[in-house]
């Protein structure tokens, strides 16, 4: 069994920064992707960032230039540096972890930015 338990949202006036991490635990391949998805009110979830185990990244375009995904695989852990916020960053964040055709999502940390 997998688990994710991200921590590291909360409350940021726009133009400020915060960092979200991701940790995951159990049965875990060393091949994998992580990566950041995010869901505001009345919409639909969206991808933020994705990262592999080899390091390769993907950015969603209105986040490009702002935020900075990582990885420790050391730590099975994935970051998510977030600079330059905008209130319409505001969302729940959820981490995933994708191992081959498998996905397991954590709970979510809620991240608002306020004008």
């Known amino acids: 069994q997998v688990q994710l338990v991200e921590s590291g949202g909360g409350l940021v006036q726009a133009g400020g920064s915060l960092r979200l991490s991701c940790a995951a635990s159990?049965?875990?391949?060393?091949?994998?992707?992580m990566g950041w998805y995010r869901q505001a009110p009345g919409k639909q979830r969206e991808l933020v960032a994705t990262?592999?185990?080899?390091?390769?990244?993907n950015y969603a375009d209105s986040v490009k230039d702002r935020f900075t995904i990582s990885r420790d695989n050391a730590k099975n852990t994935v970051y998510l540096q977030m600079n330059s916020l905008k209130p319409e960053d505001t969302a729940i964040y959820y981490c995933?972890?994708?191992?081959?055709?498998?996905?397991?999502w954590g709970q979510g940390t809620l991240v608002t930015v306020s004008s």
């Open positions: 990262i592999t185990s080899y390091g390769t990244t």
């Open positions: 159990g049965r875990i391949f060393s091949i994998n992707a």
């Open positions: 995933k972890l994708s191992i081959g055709s498998l996905e397991h």
